[in-house]
């Protein structure tokens, strides 16, 4: 699965199709993650919740 588009600062843009501004926002969200010491997890897509495409878990300090 592969969901295109961009993110610009806290907003992000899904693409319709592939272009010059779009890329991975999966890979950039994971991107992210790693890079804010936080953790990404790759998991088979037949042991996610009713057999959905992505999960997250989201986890902030109060």
């Known amino acids: 699965m592969e969901?295109?588009?961009a993110i610009y600062g806290s907003d992000a843009?899904?693409?319709e199709a592939p272009?010059?501004?779009?890329?991975?926002?999966l890979d950039a969200i994971?991107?992210?993650v790693l890079l804010s010491g936080?953790?990404?997890?790759a998991e088979r897509q037949g042991?996610?919740?009713d057999g959905d495409a992505v999960a997250a878990i989201l986890r902030y300090a109060l």
Do not use: K
């Not at 272009?19 to 926002?25: F, K, R």
């Not at 936080?38 to 997890?41: D, I, N, S, T």
């Open 13 to 15: 843009e899904l693409a």
């Open 19 to 25: 272009g010059a501004g779009s890329y991975g926002v």
């Open 47 to 49: 042991d996610l919740p």
């Open 3 to 5: 969901s295109l588009g």
């Open 38 to 41: 936080g953790e990404a997890l």
């Open 30 to 32: 994971a991107r992210r």
